[in-house]
């Protein structure tokens, strides 16, 4: 039917279902991430099964690991009928101060609000989903050090003790062109190489995490394993990432 052809004609990441229609009180929400034409997005797919027509939806985010916060209202093209899908692009933005999650606790506590034509009371739906950072990474920030002598002197300037870091033994992309792929993929800009001989190769990538310059250092050592190495001004922001490129380079 109409909401099997709404999910053909959708192509964009993978969504997972924040809520279902039962605890929507007749809406159902699946939300997806994205960074699209340099900006993060959250994917919001809103599917009316009940017989009220929604006419706006708001979503509200609590305070959460990066101060992540919606741009505007959900950008509805039109109302939603019953038995009616939308998906649009919702923009996010970093606003908010930081809450910090050690360990890194991607969840952000939501709740949308669903104006109905003929409820005098919105229907307000509590749920939680995880947003992934990659999304927030800009290497087209004016502060990012893609320029190999600025990169190097920033990465001498910031003391070892304040870098953050971390091994996996076993790496799941150890073949230097798949982790510059997925780097560069993920709005990291590939700066140098160093060949350290009979050990392996360090990849190095500059972006930008909410305005901070992000120095990565990524090492395919010969026997499988990986180690990520992050240097920026904040402590909290390096932890952040490194975190985020051990999971890139493994997935």
């Known amino acids: 039917g109409a909401a099997q052809q709404q999910q053909q ?15 929507g009180q007749g ?16 994917i919001v797919q809103c599917a009316n099964r009940g017989n009220d027509t929604v006419t706006r939806i708001d979503i509200k985010f609590n305070k959460n690991y990066l101060g992540i916060q919606p741009t505007q209202t959900v ?18 933005q970093l606003s908010q101060e930081p809450t910090p999650k050690n360990p890194l606790d991607l969840t952000v506590q939501m709740a949308a609000r669903s104006m109905r034509v003929n409820a005098a009371k919105p229907p307000v739906t509590m749920f939680a989903v995880q947003i992934p950072v990659e999304i927030f990474f800009d290497n087209t920030h004016n502060a990012t050090l ?11 300037s910031i003391p070892n003790t304040d870098d953050q870091s971390q091994t996996v033994k076993q790496c799941k992309n150890t073949d230097i062109s798949v982790v510059k792929g997925l780097f560069s ?11 350290i001989p009979n050990r392996g190769v360090s990849l190095y990538f500059a972006t930008t ?9 990524i090492s395919l050592a010969n026997n499988g394993a ?14 952040v990432s490194c975190q985020t490129a051990i999971k890139l380079v493994n997935q």
């Not at 004609?9 to 605890?23: E, M, T």
């Not at 809406?27 to 959250?42: A, C, D, T, V, Y």
């Open 9 to 23: 004609q959708y192509n964009g990441p993978p969504l997972n279902i924040a809520f279902d229609s039962n605890k």
């Open 27 to 42: 809406l159902e929400m699946s939300l997806g991430f994205q960074r699209k034409g340099n900006k993060p997005i959250m």
């Open 75 to 92: 950008p509805l093209n039109g109302n939603v009928g019953p038995g009616q899908t939308q998906t649009v692009d919702l923009a996010l």
């Open 146 to 156: 893609t320029e190999r002598n600025a990169f190097l002197g920033e990465w001498r």
């Open 185 to 195: 993929q993920n709005a990291c800009s590939f700066v140098a190489d160093r060949q």
């Open 209 to 217: 995490l909410k305005n901070v310059p992000v120095l990565l250092e």
């Open 226 to 239: 990986c180690r990520v190495v992050v240097k920026s001004k904040n402590k909290y922001i390096s932890y």
